[in-house]
């Protein structure tokens, strides 16, 4: 009986040390491991030095109020997710000629007056003899989040003393950036900026591919929509999904605001949710999500080919991401990258190298430290060496 006794209260032991070492992993990850969350006073204890208060609206609440004030308003729509509800054409801007609110994480709503065929340009720029550069990209190259003269075309504009145009828009990927190239590259164009963002881009290739207007693009050398013409009817079905994509920006901010309060926290904890994902990490981690790293391969062949007609020159921006300096990310899809570019002969511009790995701490690139797009300070330094880069002979 003592023996038994002893055997029960050895594994009594056992198992609650197994539960509470399982346990304290699981805070240390849901406490530790998530990205910082700042709250609102301190937001507004650094925004006060540039007399401004963080606006707490949702991009709902904001859309409404600045109606009241102004009908010729919209918001940013992400055409590559939310596209023609008419299934006609697969579209890469927005409204045009629109007062267009993109996002808050810097404290402020950004928003900007759209060009006629609803990218974020002065309208003007079209009109210009000679165009020195042409950026394509997602949203970084968008300008997501800062208002002009902070993102990256605006600041090439002032460094440059010449015009510009930004074709980028929220998350296209690399086959809708090649898509843009082919309707609305202008011909007196210098410069092409292709600006990859290592966060995503392949992931939103995979998606590109899967769409039947998109992925003629790929398949067929001289396909072309025309959207150039077609700027009155993209208008429309972009009002039509308006309200959809500020509704499921307004979710996605209200869940991760909710995963971030005490309650939900230990909720999670007890669920074990951490712990679980980095099992089933482990588990999954032979059986890596192919990526269209040979597609990719073959868009580029076809933008160099492209652009080889007007005698462009094409540079390669790689832009990083958050998780790169708030943890240790696998640099294989980052080698990859850099040698398909190189062995095309693209001039590759690596703004982690060039940038971020000069500063003191990289997150400070970033709004108040927190994943998300650039601060503004983070799209100066970008652009000032894109421009350096393009503009030195000897690169």
Request: proline fraction near 3%.
């Amino acid at each position: 009986m003592k023996l038994l006794l002893k055997i029960k209260t050895y594994f009594m032991i056992i198992f609650i040390s197994i539960i509470f070492t399982v346990y304290l992993f699981e805070s240390y990850l849901t406490y530790n491991l998530n990205l910082p969350k700042v709250d609102i006073a301190k937001k507004n204890s650094i925004l006060d030095k540039k007399n401004l208060k963080y606006d707490t609206r949702s991009k709902n609440k904001i859309y409404n109020d600045l109606k009241i004030l102004n009908k010729n308003i919209t918001v940013t729509v992400s055409p590559s997710r939310l596209n023609d509800p008419g299934k006609k054409v697969h579209f890469f801007s927005g409204i045009s000629k629109t007062q267009t609110i993109d996002c808050n994480e810097n404290g402020y709503y950004s928003s900007y007056i759209s060009d006629r065929f609803g990218f974020n340009n002065p309208d003007d720029q079209w009109d210009k003899k000679e165009i020195e550069y042409v950026l394509v990209g997602d949203s970084f190259t968008h300008g997501s989040c800062v208002n002009r003269p902070n993102d990256i075309s605006s600041i090439l504009r002032k460094l440059s003393d010449k015009p510009i145009l930004n074709l980028g828009y929220k998350a296209n990927g690399p086959l809708s950036m090649y898509a843009t190239l082919k309707e609305y590259m202008p011909k007196n164009a210098k410069k092409v900026l292709w600006v990859y963002y290592e966060g995503n881009d392949l992931l939103d290739l995979k998606d590109e591919l899967k769409k039947n207007i998109l992925n003629q693009y790929y398949i067929k050398s001289d396909f072309k929509q025309n959207l150039i013409k077609k700027q009155k009817y993209i208008d429309q079905q972009n009002k039509k999904i308006i309200q959809n994509s500020i509704n499921i920006e307004d979710n996605i901010i209200y869940q991760a605001e909710r995963d971030s309060n005490f309650k939900n926290k230990i909720l999670k904890i007890v669920r074990l949710n951490q712990t679980k994902r980095v099992i089933s990490s482990f588990l999954s981690s032979n059986k890596r999500e192919e990526i269209p790293i040979n597609e990719f391969k073959n868009i580029l062949i076809s933008t160099k080919k492209f652009l080889s007609e007007s005698k462009s020159e094409l540079y390669f921006v790689y832009l990083p991401q958050f998780e790169r300096y708030k943890k240790k990310i696998n640099d294989d899809d980052y080698k990859k990258i850099k040698s398909i570019v190189e062995a095309l002969n693209i001039k590759f511009i690596d703004i982690n190298k060039e940038v971020f790995k000069n500063e003191k701490d990289p997150l400070n690139l970033f709004p108040f430290k927190m994943w998300g797009h650039y601060n503004e300070n983070g799209y100066k330094k970008i652009s000032e060496t894109i421009y350096t880069k393009t503009t030195n002979e000897r690169y």
